[in-house]
């Protein structure tokens, strides 16, 4: 039975969500390994995927909080927001085996 404290903890699903896809972890992958932001073009031809489809998982993942988005006159750069946070994740997420 669920505590008090749990169901007035709000759990973040949308981060759950935007961290569930396999494109969105290369995504922060990617803009976690540079130490500056990186076009979105950068990163779709990193991806070998389409600008409009890398575009969509951007907004996903932005929405999550996860990175942020500069527009430089009409381009738009990634950068990761919580970068220490993000590597730690990937560091706890390779701890963790599937049985």
């Known amino acids: 039975m669920p505590t008090k404290n749990h169901t007035e903890q709000k759990i973040p699903s949308g981060l759950f969500n935007a961290l569930g896809n396999p494109v969105r972890l290369k995504i922060l992958s990617i803009i976690s390994e540079t130490k500056r932001p990186l076009h979105i073009k950068a990163v779709a031809k990193t991806l070998e995927m389409d600008y409009g489809a890398v575009y969509r998982h951007v907004d996903t993942l932005k929405k999550a909080g996860l990175l942020q988005v500069f527009e430089v006159g ?20 390779q701890q963790i085996k599937p049985e």
């Open 74 to 93: 009409r381009s738009r750069v990634l950068a990761p927001l919580h970068a220490e946070i993000l590597s730690q994740i990937f560091v706890l997420a």
